[in-house]
């Protein structure tokens, strides 16, 4: 199983997930609600499987070991707005620029890591390594997911 391939399409359903929510305005309280929860999902599901199973190894690759601090590090980022998130009223002002923020830092993580990290990680790793990886993650997020409240 392809580990690059995994993780990219993780983020195109979270680049998904973002347009919707840009789509909505502060008074669809119910449809933002869903949408964040999704969101919210997809995005600690992943994090969580890269510190578990990519990160560990990017730090054992010269190439790829500052850039993996520095995605855990992203990734502390991200979860505290989101848990920021989840505390304000999504029809709010403060919310939908918190949101932009988080979908500004979002961004920058995932240009990183297509850009840089995951080259670099599928450049160092055989093929056999790679598709091990692959199916740890996959094995991690399933794990994960279901352990997330329904």
């Not at 305005?25 to 609600?33: D, G, L, M, Q, S």
């Not at 869903?34 to 969580?48: D, G, I, N, P």
């Not at 990290?117 to 598709?131: G, H, M, N, V, Y």
């Amino acid at each position: 199983m392809d580990p690059i391939a995994l993780l990219k399409a993780d983020h195109r359903k979270v680049e998904e997930l973002f347009k919707k929510l840009e789509d909505t305005t502060e008074r669809a309280v119910k449809t933002r609600t869903e949408l964040f929860e999704k969101l919210r999902m997809e995005l600690t599901v992943h994090a969580l499987a890269e510190e578990a199973v990519l990160y560990p190894e990017n730090k054992e690759i010269p190439s790829t070991r500052e850039l993996g601090f520095e995605a855990v590090e992203e990734h502390h980022v991200v979860k505290i707005l989101l848990d920021e998130l989840s505390e304000l009223s999504p029809d709010t002002e403060e919310w939908t620029a918190k949101l932009s923020v988080l979908k500004e830092n979002v961004q920058h993580h995932v240009k990183e890591e297509e850009g840089e990290i995951f080259p670099k990680t599928k450049k160092a790793l055989s093929a056999e390594e790679l598709d091990e990886m692959g199916a740890r993650l996959f094995e991690e997020k399933e794990k994960l997911l279901g352990h997330m409240p329904a």
